[in-house]
C-alpha cells in the first residue's frame, strides 16, 4: 500500500529510508497520539517497522472494532532504533474491502525512551 493512500494525523512524514538499503523511503512520526488510518482490500495486513529502544507501542483497530495494542517484544540486547521487524495485524479476514486505524503510545516500558515509529512497508495480503 502506497504512503500516499495513507491518511495521517499529527507530525507525520514520508522521508528518505538510509539504514536499510532494500527500502527507499519510510513513514515517520515521533508525536505520542498521532495516527494513520487507511482501507485495504485483502485477508490480512502486514507492516514492516524499523524499531528499537525509542519505537511506541501501537494502538490499533480493524473495521471499527476494539482497539488492541501491539507492543514490540522489548529484548534487553534491543538497539536504540533501525532493527527491522515485521508485524502481522491479521491474516484471517474475511477476504474484501478493510479499513484500518492506527496511534501511537509512548514506549513506557523500563528501557524504552520515546515514541518514534518508523513504517517501512505496508502489505495487504490477497
Known amino acids: 500500500i502506497p504512503f500516499e493512500q495513507v491518511q495521517t ?16 523511503q519510510r513513514l515517520y512520526t ?10 485495504f482490500e485483502g485477508r490480512g495486513l502486514f507492516m514492516v517497522f524499523s524499531y528499537g529502544k525509542q519505537t511506541a507501542l501501537l494502538e ?5 472494532g476494539p482497539w488492541q495494542t501491539y507492543a514490540y517484544e522489548r529484548i534487553w540486547w534491543l538497539p536504540e532504533e533501525n532493527f527491522v521487524n515485521t508485524v502481522k495485524f491479521a491474516d484471517d479476514l474475511p477476504y474484501g474491502q478493510h479499513k484500518f486505524a492506527m496511534r501511537m503510545r509512548h514506549g513506557d516500558q523500563d528501557g524504552f525512551t520515546s515514541s518514534e515509529c518508523k513504517i517501512l512497508k505496508i502489505v495487504a495480503v490477497q
Not at 515521533?30 to 482501507?39: K, Q, V
Open 30 to 39: 515521533w508525536g505520542i497520539h498521532d495516527s494513520l488510518a487507511f482501507s
Open 60 to 64: 490499533y483497530s480493524i473495521d471499527d
Open 9 to 24: 494525523n499529527g507530525a507525520w512524514s514520508v522521508d528518505r529510508e538510509v539504514f536499510h538499503p532494500w527500502f527507499t
